[in-house]
Each structure stands twice: as structure tokens, then as C-alpha cells.
């Protein structure tokens, strides 16, 4: 892992890429081959559900690091530690957000295959981002962060 300053955690992965990634290989394989199963028309409702709700939380999660003036995108420092809105009931309410959006992506597609695909994009994610950012945040702020992670899950 390629270490950065002090104050901004360093990758493995890109997230967006970590949950895309599959995403794109599903729907390449869905245009290829097909999908062995007809997800029906209910798939559209819970897709579009999915889509506002990550609209919504990331919003609200996203508003809540300008109000507290730390950085979102890699390279940028990390000023603070929040616990309100969504980080209370989420130590990473940003990824859970980009995993609703891919699974409504996938259901709006349709792609099976983007489905099938979905834990690789929920390991690659821990491994490529939660992780590195778990520790830099120990690192960072000690035992407030050993505190709140112990208090709040990591998902949901």
C-alpha cells in the first residue's frame, strides 16, 4: 500500500472503481451471454428505491463533510471524525450508499450477472478501502475512533 501524508488515508483501490468494477463485468456479461433468469417487473420499483436512497444518504453523509470541513476525495485531509446522521448508525454510510446504487443499478439494467457479482464488490471494497481506512482512522484519532467503532457497526 502506497502511504500517504498523515492526515489522508491511502487506497488499496478507489472505491467507485472496487464497486464498479463488478458492476461493468456483470453488464458486459449480460449483453454477451444473456441472463439465465427473468428478474420480472418488480425489479424496476426496488431498483428506482434503491437509487433515491442512494441519492438521499449520500447526500446527507456528503453534506455532512463540508459542514465539518474534512476532505471526501483521496489525497484530501481528514479533519474530523463524525458521528451524527448517517456515521451513527454506519462506520461507512458512503459505501453502503454506492452499494444500494449498485444493486438498483443492476435492477434497473437488468443484469443477473451484475447481481451474482455483488459480493466481490462488497469484498473488494473492504479489502481496497474500509480496511486502509480503518486504520489510518485508529492512527488518526486513537480512542475516540477505537470507541466509535466499537459502538457502531461497520455496515448497518
Given at each position: 500500500?502506497?502511504?500517504?501524508?498523515?492526515?489522508?488515508?491511502?487506497?488499496?483501490?478507489?472505491?467507485?472503481?472496487?464497486?464498479?468494477?463488478?458492476?461493468?463485468?456483470?453488464?458486459?456479461?449480460?449483453?454477451?451471454?444473456?441472463?439465465?433468469?427473468?428478474?420480472?417487473?418488480?425489479?424496476?420499483?426496488?431498483?428506482?428505491?434503491?437509487?433515491?436512497?442512494?441519492?438521499?444518504?449520500?447526500?446527507?453523509?456528503?453534506?455532512?463533510?463540508?459542514?465539518?470541513?474534512?476532505?471526501?476525495?483521496?489525497?484530501?485531509?481528514?479533519?474530523?471524525?463524525?458521528?451524527?446522521?448517517?456515521?451513527?448508525?454506519?462506520?461507512?454510510?458512503?459505501?453502503?450508499?454506492?452499494?444500494?446504487?449498485?444493486?438498483?443499478?443492476?435492477?434497473?439494467?437488468?443484469?443477473?450477472w451484475g447481481l451474482v457479482l455483488?459480493?466481490?464488490?462488497?469484498?473488494?471494497?473492504?479489502?481496497?478501502?474500509?480496511?486502509?481506512?480503518?486504520?489510518f482512522l485508529h492512527e488518526r484519532?486513537?480512542?475516540?475512533?477505537?470507541?466509535?467503532?466499537?459502538?457502531?457497526?461497520?455496515?448497518?
Open positions: 500500500m502506497v502511504r500517504g501524508p498523515e492526515d489522508t488515508v491511502a487506497f488499496r483501490l478507489w472505491p467507485p472503481v472496487a464497486i464498479g468494477a463488478p458492476l461493468l463485468v456483470g453488464w458486459l456479461a449480460t449483453l454477451r451471454w444473456g441472463d439465465p433468469v427473468d428478474l420480472g417487473g418488480w425489479r424496476v420499483s426496488l431498483g428506482w428505491v434503491l437509487v433515491l436512497a442512494f441519492a438521499g444518504w449520500n447526500g446527507w453523509s456528503l453534506w455532512l463533510f463540508r459542514r465539518h470541513e474534512t476532505g471526501l476525495l483521496p489525497g484530501q485531509a481528514t479533519q474530523a471524525m463524525i458521528e451524527e446522521g448517517p456515521y451513527r448508525l454506519s462506520r461507512n454510510p458512503l459505501y453502503v450508499g454506492l452499494l444500494a446504487l449498485y444493486l438498483g443499478l443492476a435492477l434497473l439494467a437488468p443484469t443477473f455483488f459480493p466481490v464488490a462488497v469484498l473488494l471494497v473492504r479489502w481496497g478501502a474500509i480496511r486502509p481506512e480503518e486504520r484519532f486513537g480512542a475516540p475512533y477505537d470507541e466509535y467503532s466499537r459502538r457502531v457497526r461497520r455496515w448497518l
